[in-house]
Structure formats: C-alpha cells, structure tokens
T-cell receptor, first 112, second 115 residues
Framework: QKEVEQDPGPLSVPEGAIVSLNCTYS??????FMWYRQYSRKGPELLMYTYSSGNKEDGRFTAQVDKSSKYISLFIRDSQPSDSATYLC????????????FGTGTRLKVLA | GAGVSQSPSNKVTEKGKDVELRCDPISGHTALYWYRQSLGQGLEFLIY????????KSGLPSDRFSAERTGGSVSTLTIQRTQQEDSAVYLC?????????????FGDGTRLSIL
C-alpha cells in the first residue's frame, strides 16, 4: 500500500462547476499538506500549503485536512478551462529532511 | 533568477552513456531536493541538500546515481551507465531553509529519454 493514495482520474467537469479532489494517507506523522498544480511539460506549481488539521482558503481554492480520517481535499470553485491540469497532493513530517511524499496526481479537465 | 532553473530541458541519450542534469535554485534558498517523475507514478524523492551537504540520499535508486552541490547553490545530478528504466522527468525543488518545513518550489524538470 502506498503512503499516499490519489485517484488518477481523469475527472471532467463543465465550466463553473465545483471540483473536489482528494487524497488519503496512512502515515500519522504527516503534519504538512500541500497541493500542487502541474500543467503538461511544466513543473509542479504550489497552490496550497497547510499545517495540521483545518481549512485554508485562497481565492477560488479551499484546502481541507482531516487528520482523524487521514484525508485531505482541495476544492475549486467556479472552475475554469485554465484549471485543466494535473493536481498533486504532497505531505511531509515535522522533522527530518522534510522530503515530500506525493500522490500520483489527478488529471482534471474543465470543459468550456 | 526568479525561479528554479533546470537544464537541459530535454535529453536523449543512448543506453550506457553518462548524463549530467543541472539545477539552479532560487537565490538564497539553502535547501535543495531532487525528485523523479515517471509515467503513471508520483514524484519520487531522490536526495536532499542542506547547503553543500546531503544528509538524506535515501531515495537514490542505485549507485549509478550521484549528486553534488557547490557553493550552496547549483546542483548536479549524475547518472552513470544509463538504463532504459532511468527514462523519466527529473525535477529539482528548493526552499528557503532546511531544519524546518518550508514550501518547496519546483523547476520545470529535465525530460530524460534513454534509447
């Protein structure tokens, strides 16, 4: 079993829809949770960076962390065709080298 | 530069050749990471640098892989005697400091193809 599980998709939604992306994990030592967006042939771009449990909002993006369920989510409101990309979740512990453990990514397509 | 810079952006080489991949981190970032992204796989950690030291090399898949960092800045990942399974995108990330968790910022990677 992988430390971080993420549905690979693809996920297709109409423009304007609310998108929900999720990851589950098994390592209870994870305390930092990140979401990255990756366009084709580009590097991952940091979207959200959160510590421990709770919600964080930034514009159209909301990140949620539920440590009791070992489950994190990214919500995208009013989705746009420009949001079409692969979304990667990443996690790390509070000590050591802070290397990130990534999910495999969910491919999202927003249809105009 | 404004972001993490990697070169070359693409590299095609024959099996058995050595390759060098370069990463120029964001200015002032002391922590540097190398990851590998294979088709259908997530990003896989390879090695971490704090300054010029590499306290965590646990992700290097074999002794054909090595990396160094000089002047606390540029890093080079070297793969010797390349194999077809080395074909992947090699990504470099940097963050402001090690010893605590800071967001990692990625370059666009080097796409390596082994014929």
């Amino acid at each position: 079993q992988k430390e971080v599980e993420q549905d690979p998709g693809p996920l297709s939604v109409p423009e304007g829809a609310i998108v929900s992306l999720n990851c589950t994990y098994s390592n209870s030592a994870f305390q930092y949770f990140m979401w990255y967006r990756q366009y084709s042939r580009k590097g991952p771009e940091l979207l959200m960076y959160t510590y421990s449990s709770g919600n964080k909002e930034d514009g159209r993006f909301t990140a949620q962390v539920d440590k009791s369920s070992k489950y994190i989510s990214l919500f995208i409101r009013d989705s746009q065709p420009s949001d079409s990309a692969t979304y990667l979740c990443a996690m790390s512990e509070t000590s050591g080298t802070y290397k990130y453990i990534f999910g495999t990514g969910t491919r999202l397509k927003v249809l105009a | 530069g404004a972001g993490v810079s990697q070169s070359p952006s693409n590299k095609v080489t024959e099996k058995g050749k050595d390759v060098e991949l370069r990463c120029d981190p964001i200015s002032g970032h002391t922590a540097l990471y190398w990851y590998r992204q294979s088709l259908g796989q997530g990003l896989e950690f390879l090695i971490y640098f704090q300054g010029n030291s590499a306290p965590d090399k646990s992700g290097l898949p074999s002794d054909r892989f090595s990396a160094e960092r000089t002047g606390g800045s540029v890093s080079t990942l070297t793969i010797q005697r390349t194999q077809q399974e080395d074909s992947a995108v090699y990504l470099c990330a940097s963050s402001t400091r090690g010893g605590s968790n800071q967001p990692q910022h990625f370059g666009d990677g080097t796409r390596l193809s082994i014929l």
